[in-house]
């Protein structure tokens, strides 16, 4: 039987693009960051993420419905951080100082990052300390760059074979 921590090494292992899962409830706007987003669907189009249960986006999250997923650049790595409460004087405002526009559900949309997807909740299972987001897809974009990586619990980016 593997433990929960053999479990973490290995999964570790498994490199991963960083994304900015973003929401709104009420005029306020909510995001956390991912690195569990994935593709499950072309037809339907479906994503899928796992949130924590004690995750502060969550209760938005599931009251509105709709969410949009950033997927960041290199280069957007302090973004990545602060999203992920690793930069503790920005938690209060962690969208202070970004310019973000809106995607047509409402959702903050940050901007010049490698892609980005409109979504509403589908379906919410729970999975034991985390909820499994089901997405369905309603709208996106994309621009050319290096995406921000992560791998064995470190951040980074893509380096090509020449």
């Given amino acids: 039987m593997v433990d929960s921590q053999t479990f973490k090494n290995v999964m570790s292992r498994w490199a991963t693009g960083i994304s900015v899962i ?3 409830d ?4 909510h995001g956390f960051t991912a690195n569990s987003f994935a593709s499950v669907s072309i037809d339907p189009l479906l994503v899928t993420f796992s949130m924590g249960l004690s995750l502060a986006a969550r209760p938005p999250l599931l009251k509105s419905g709709v ?8 280069e957007q790595m302090e973004w990545g951080k602060v999203f992920a409460g690793m930069i503790p004087e920005r938690n209060a405002n962690r969208f202070e100082m970004i310019d973000c526009t809106v995607s047509d559900l409402g959702c903050p949309l940050l901007p010049d990052t490698l892609g980005w997807l409109s979504c509403r909740v589908e379906r919410v299972i729970n999975v034991g300390a985390s909820d499994l987001i089901l997405a369905e897809v309603v709208s996106g974009g994309w621009s050319d760059g290096d ?3 992560y791998f064995h619990r470190q951040w980074g980016q893509f380096q090509p074979f020449a």
């Fill in 22 to 24: 973003t929401t709104h």
């Fill in 26 to 29: 009420d005029g306020v706007w």
């Fill in 67 to 74: 969410l949009a997923i950033n997927v960041l650049k290199a």
């Fill in 147 to 149: 995406p921000l990586l």
